[in-house]
């Protein structure tokens, strides 16, 4: 009797043990496994443990860069079902707007700077006044009549020209002089004329004159030109200052040089060295080497001083050969 009770004692114990072993056992992978016996249940709601952001990947058929709109959601039945969406067709749809959008707007952009840009051009046309930019009759007074008396200075010589002048080179700016209210510039239109205006006939051409200004029939009017060489006329502004080209006296006015001839004035092209102080309108600014001319037709005017006054000289130009 007591060889049994011992042996059901051991027995009992081992038991005991066993069970208090496999109790602690099944505590510590609890614990160390963060719930996953949970997991492991069938009746247990089961979350994903980590997130990790979906890859982005590339659909040969589609244009723009497809987002996976599959979301791993666990089923009501705990079992992690997965519930897809389908989303090629809507993400497609939003890739294809923005483009589409983007592509508007770049059109409407593009549209708009060329119409300001053709705005600008039209504006820069308008303000310009080409009527004035002396293209009617411009060889008229083109021809500069050489000096008899012998250039002292130096020309200045640049792109296989010289120019001679006088007097040295003085910079002013070119502002155009209005000799009143009944002188107009070149490129002037006007529909009648008045009573006072004559008919000058030179070369076959006819044109009519005016108190020192000369127009040509345009246009169902007239427009004021430079005058033609060789026009002769009874009278001449009195308003006309006597310039010395060297030789002889001329007269200038407006922009034009008439000569004496018997009781009349006949139009003579500017004399090289001539010095005027007023230059008309028309005349254009350019520049040759380091200095900066007023041009008429092919007539270049030097910016000088004389007499701490800023005037212009005729230049001659030559080929330097």
Request: aromatic share 10%; charged share 15%.
């Amino acid at each position: 009797m007591k060889n049994i009770k011992k042996t059901l004692r051991k027995t009992a114990l081992a038991c005991l043990m066993g069970s208090f072993f496999l109790i602690s056992i099944d505590s510590i992978a609890q614990h160390r496994g963060g719930g996953g016996g949970a997991r492991r249940g069938g009746g247990t709601i089961s979350r994903p443990a980590t997130q990790s952001r979906p890859a982005v990947s590339r659909t040969s058929g589609s244009s723009g860069i497809n987002r996976p709109t599959t979301a791993n959601r666990p089923g009501s039945n705990g079992s992690g079902t997965q519930i897809s969406r389908p989303s090629t067709g809507s993400n497609s749809k939003i890739a294809n707007n923005n483009r589409n959008s983007n592509n508007v707007n770049r059109n409407n952009t593009g549209n708009r700077n060329t119409n300001i840009s053709g705005n600008t051009v039209n504006r820069n046309n308008i303000n310009v006044d080409r009527s004035r930019d002396i293209t009617i009759n411009n060889n008229h007074n083109t021809v500069v009549r050489r000096n008899t008396v012998i250039y002292t200075r130096p020309p200045y010589r640049y792109g296989g020209y010289r120019y001679n002048t006088f007097h040295p080179y003085y910079f002013h700016p070119y502002h155009p002089y209005y000799w009143g209210p009944v002188w107009h510039p070149w490129g002037f239109f006007v529909a009648t004329l008045a009573v006072t205006a004559i008919v000058v006939s030179v070369e076959s051409t006819q044109y009519h004159y005016d108190q020192g200004v000369w127009y040509a029939p345009s246009n169902g009017g007239y427009t004021a030109v430079p005058a033609p060489v060789g026009g002769t006329v009874n009278n001449i502004p009195s308003g006309a200052e006597t310039v010395n080209t060297g030789t002889v006296n001329n007269y200038y006015y407006g922009g034009t040089y008439y000569e004496k001839d018997g009781s009349s004035y006949k139009v003579v092209p500017p004399t090289a060295g001539t010095i005027v102080e007023n230059l008309p309108e028309g005349g254009k600014e350019v520049t040759i080497g380091d200095v900066k001319y007023v041009k008429f037709g092919e007539t270049y005017y030097q910016p000088i001083q004389v007499d701490g006054k800023s005037k212009y000289e005729v230049v001659l130009v030559e080929e330097d050969k």
